[in-house]
C-alpha cells in the first residue's frame, strides 16, 4: 500500500525511539540489579559465553554433538533459574530486566517478521488522518455512525440517502486512483460533511493518501502561495492539495470568488484530472449557481467528469434539537 511518505516515516520515527528506550530503560534495570546482586551479574557473564560453547561443541565434530548440546542447554536453564530465583529474593519477576515492549509481536519494530505489525497500521492510519485534516472527526463520523432514521419521515427522501449512502461506501472501498471525481450536493445539515469524512477514513484505511479541507482553507492556501508566504511543511502552501491520492474539498461556494481563485480552482481541478488524483467535493450549489460562480468552463468540467450524488431532506442538527 502507498502509505503517504511524511506520515510512514513519522510513525517509524516513533517506533524507533520507543524502541530504544524500552531497551535504554531495561539496560538501566540490569545495572541496578547487578550493583544490588553481584550473583547476576555473574550468572549473565556466564549466559552471555553460550554461543562460544556452542560453536566450540559443533567444532569438535558430529559425533557426540546431541549430548554436549544437551549438556549446554541443561546447564543454561539451570542458570536461568538461579537468575530467576535471585530476582525473586529482591521482589522481581524472572523478566524485569528484559525491554518491556509495547507490542509483544513485533517488539516495537513495526514489522511482524517481514510485514507490517498491525500496531503499526493503526498508528499510520492515526498518523495519516492527522494530516489529512481530519483529525478526530475520523473516529467520530463514520459509516457505522451514519443514521438513516433522520429521513424515514419520507419514502421518497428515504430512499434517495440510502442509495447515496451505498454509493459512498463503494466508493470508498472501491477507492483508487483511477476512480471519478464525486461530488455530493445539497443544502447545509443533511450529512454531506459526514459521509465525506466516512469515506476519507476508510479510503486511508486502505493505505491512501488523503488531504481534507475546506474550500476557503484551500484557496487561503493559494493566495498565501500568490504572495510568496511559504509553508514550513511543503515547499509550496498547495503542493498536498496536487499530490494526495485523494482530495476532499469541503464547502465549496462559500469562499470569497475573485478572478485569481477561479483560476487557481481550474488549475487544481484540471491537473488533479490530469495525474488521475480523484477529487471529492461538498457543495450547496447547483449547476446554475456553479456556472454562475465560477463561470461554464469550472461548472461543465466538475460536473460532467464526476459522480453526483443529490442530498435531500431535513437539516440533521436541527431534528436533532426538536426543531424541523
Known sequence: ????????KKVMDDYNAKRAAAIDAAE???????????????????????????????SQGREGIEERMKLIRKKNEELQQQRADCLALLGYGPDYTQPKFECSKCKDTGYDGTRLCEC??????LESCRRSGLGRLVDMQTFDTFSLDFYKYNNEVYENMRLAYEACVNYAEDFSPASENLMLIGDTGLGKTHLSTAIAGKVIERGFDVCYDTATNIFGAFESERFGKQSSQFSTPTERYFECDLLI??????EPITQYTISFLYNLINTRSMYRRPVLLNTNLSL???QKKYGDRIASRLFG?????KFTGKDIRLQKIGIT
Open 1 to 8: 500500500m502507498a502509505y503517504n511518505t511524511e506520515a510512514f
Open 28 to 58: 538501566k534495570r540490569l545495572r541496578d540489579i547487578g550493583e544490588r546482586c553481584p550473583e547476576i551479574k555473574m550468572i549473565d557473564a556466564i549466559l552471555a559465553g553460550t554461543g562460544l560453547e556452542i560453536m566450540e561443541a559443533i
Open 120 to 125: 503499526f497500521k493503526k498508528e499510520l492510519v
Open 249 to 254: 474539498i469541503d464547502d465549496l461556494g462559500t
Open 288 to 290: 446554475a449557481d456553479m
Open 305 to 309: 467528469e464526476s459522480i453526483i450524488l
